[in-house]
Nanobody, 115 residues
Framework: QEGPVESGGDSVQAGGSLKLSCSLGQNFRICQVDWYRQRPNEGRDLVAKIFNTGRAESSDAVKGRFIGSRDNEKNIVYLQMNELKADDTAVYYC??????????WGPGTQVFVSS
């Protein structure tokens, strides 16, 4: 595996929840890992950071609804998404943070939220 592989995207109704997974395929214990999303016709935005300590931060747009986590033993990070809104419809990506390299992008996973 050369880059991250995201999974867990689905079609859900507004108010629902999803948990995305990202398999990194490498030892990333010392690395920050970030979640991004790209909404239709927009650029890619950072939505969550998961520091190597396990501490997580979310962007203002999703704070209180999305939270990242990690399992260093399995080389997997997660994004728990609650209270989903139609505006959360996007392709979601994970990526190694700037404190590590290389930092390839994965294929992403599609989330569609119907209102």
């Amino acid at each position: 595996q050369e880059g991250p592989v995201e999974s867990g995207g689905d079609s859900v109704q507004a108010g629902g929840s999803l948990k995305l997974s990202c398999s990194l395929g490498q030892n990333f214990r010392i690395c920050q890992v970030d979640w991004y999303r790209q909404r239709p016709n927009e650029g890619r935005d950072l939505v969550a950071k998961i520091f190597n300590t396990g501490r997580a931060e979310s962007s203002d747009a999703v704070k209180g609804r999305f939270i990242g986590s990690r399992d260093n033993e399995k080389n997997i990070v997660y994004l728990q998404m609650n209270e989903l809104k139609a505006d959360d419809t996007a392709v979601y990506y994970c990526r190694i943070g700037e404190n590590c390299s290389p930092r390839p992008w994965g294929p992403g996973t599609q989330v569609f939220v119907s209102s």
